[in-house]
Nanobody, 122 residues
Framework: QVQLVEAGGGLVQAGGSLRLSCSAS????????MGWYRQAPGKQRELVAA???????NYGSSVQGRFTISRENGKNMVILQMNSLKSEDTAVYYC????????????????WGQGTQVTVSS
């Protein structure tokens, strides 16, 4: 059974930085994509950043230029470096790992972390 463990998060002042990491265990296959989503109170979950196995990266428009995502394939780990944080970045951040291939019947199979709170004070 795939399990994701998140680390990082916490309270930071506006303009500060935080680093989130998420590692996976229990998969016999390489993940096709790894990423981060966030959900603020009263809002829908949104994409923060994602990186595919071939290195393609996609950022949410609100974090472009401030956040950097990276992955360590050999360790099944994804890292999100968050700089120049704003109060509107306050949310619960969830890591997401996706499996996709013949072993999933060519349907995406998503796994989620437990979520970590990021609070940015203004």
């Amino acid at each position: 059974q795939v399990q994701l463990v998140e680390a990082g998060g916490g309270l930071v002042q506006a303009g500060g930085s935080l680093r989130l990491s998420c590692s996976a265990s229990g998969s016999a296959f390489s993940f096709s994509a790894m990423g981060w989503y966030r959900q603020a109170p009263g809002k829908q979950r949104e994409l923060v950043a994602a990186v595919t196995s071939d290195g393609s990266i996609n950022y949410g428009s609100s974090v472009q230029g401030r956040f950097t995502i990276s992955r360590e394939n050999g360790k099944n780990m994804v890292i999100l470096q968050m700089n120049s944080l704003k109060s509107e970045d306050t949310a619960v951040y969830y890591c997401n790992f996706r499996l996709w291939g013949s072993y999933t019947g060519w349907s995406p199979r998503d796994y989620w972390g437990q979520g970590t709170q990021v609070t940015v004070s203004s």
